[in-house]
Nanobody, 125 residues
């Protein structure tokens, strides 16, 4: 599957953005999807995950209550709604597909086989 992330931009602290990740190819609806981010000078980190059906989500602690991951399998698209943004959310955001269909919760990079190109999110203070 090929992934194309979009929706990043520059926003003031407290603002919102919605990221989208469009998938092409087969096997989108059978696999969990995730969002990761990489800030300058830091390693890439897990942000959020949604299972294949959209019925189960999982977030890193720093974004709980502010970010919401969702998916529309009919559109081969996963979203990340980001509210109450903080300067520390500034990063390149990547979407990725879990390599294993119908998998349990997995959050490490090695569990994800397909990656989008990334979209820049910049939050000014």
């Amino acid at each position: 599957v090929q992934l194309q992330a979009s929706g990043g931009g520059l926003v003031q602290a407290g603002g919102s953005l919605r990221l989208s990740c469009a998938a092409s190819g087969r096997r989108f609806s059978n696999n969990a999807m995730g969002w990761f981010r990489q800030a300058p000078g830091k390693e890439r980190e897990f942000v959020a995950r949604i299972d294949w059906s959209g019925g189960s989500t999982y977030y890193t602690d720093s974004v709980k209550g502010r970010f919401t991951i969702s998916r529309v399998n009919a559109k081969n698209t996963v979203y990340l709604q980001m509210n109450s943004l903080k300067p520390e959310d500034t990063a390149v955001y990547y979407c990725a597909q879990d390599s294993r269909p119908y998998s349990a919760v997995r959050t490490t990079e090695a569990d994800f086989a397909s990656w989008g190109q990334g979209t820049q999110v910049t939050v000014s203070s």
